[in-house]
């Protein structure tokens, strides 16, 4: 009698909060009627109390009109905020649909039903015994189910991936079986979302991995596609291994990654060049040029994505950080023929020594010179001063593994 009444005392405290469903999507009108019907169908089925939905969208065909349209014949409240700088993707997306929402509980949901809307009263329950801050609907306790992954493939990368990330978190995502799925119920007032970094599509790793959490768990059923195709792609899938590193070890080790990936390129493209005859000397400077150009964009998109609105102009650190890796290939080149003609080493083996070499050095320059922070896209060269020391500070926190 006395646990059912705590029960319904946290129960009304959250129905009375109420909740608000954050949505991210990305071009999938065909899915937006059945979903809100689902929704609606679902909130007057189990009484739970206020909600609203909330789709961030950043679609590049028709789905805000579809959005409009369906919100117009309903009676859930329903908002749409597209964006036209689609930034963080997926997660970028569910961050400023928690921003807007209107009650501190969210629960994040995919656009394509293959988040069943029907279990998430069950969530709010969990939720509503108030000693967790993060409920997960998860495909891999007992009771729950993968089975809407697309294929065999995507089923053994999600569970790779799964017992990597869990391996590398283990006290934050102790008690956490699927820290990947897009589906859960958090309370906003435990996060710091200014303080998070979404990149792509998991947002719940980045939330869990940044503060303990407490958290509890309800199976789901992943279901099939109602309609429409997904949008994960391998390019997801780096962004992932690189979001796991950054969170782990820092900015220094996802720059290592994808210093590892140019250098891996790299050697590809000598092995490649030489073996149809060209002089090994050519092809290392082709090679060089090429990954000097890819690791550029990787660094942009990837690694300091979130400093580049801070330090000017795109083409600005392009020419310092293509200067630089020049000049460093202007050294290294010299240094690759002195190791095969005097030390007598193998070209290929050479070139890999110098990359290695050039690496801390590279890192240190990215990081406090081309993403130094800079007013007007210019360095005042008093800001200079507290822009490098900021970055520093930075830099420091990270090669402490201060990040968490
Ligand atoms: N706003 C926005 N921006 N939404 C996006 C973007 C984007 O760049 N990319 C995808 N979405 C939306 C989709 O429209 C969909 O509503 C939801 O995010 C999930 O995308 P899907 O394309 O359906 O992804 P999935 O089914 O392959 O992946 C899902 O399952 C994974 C677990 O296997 C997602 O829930 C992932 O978060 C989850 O990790
Ligand atoms: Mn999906």
Redesign the pocket.
Known sequence: MVLFLIWGISVSRLAKDGVSVV??????GPNIAELVRRLDAMRVEAAIGEIEVIF???STDDTPAVIARVAAGTTLPVRVLH?DD?RG??GG?VVEGMRMAQFDWCLVM???L?HPPEIIPTLVERAAAGDVEVVIASRYVDGGDAGG?ANRVRTGV?RASTALTRAMFPRKLYGCTDP????FLVDRASIDLDGLQPRG??ILLEILARRQQRIAEVPFEFAE?HAGE???SFAQGIRFLVQLTMLRFGRMSAFAIVGGLGALANLAIMAGLTALGLEYLWAAIIASEVTIIGNFLLLEYVVFRDLRDSSGRMRSRFVKSFTFNNAEAIVRIPLIWLLVEGAGWGSVFSAAVTLVLAFVVRFVFHALIVYRPVTDGRPSPMRAKTGSAVSGAKLRDELEGDVL
């Open positions: 949505v991210p999507t990305f071009n999938e961030v969208d950043d964006r689609p993707g997926l997306a995919d656009g394509d293959q992954l999600s990947m799925t897009g589906f599509f998991k596609r997904s949008k994960a």
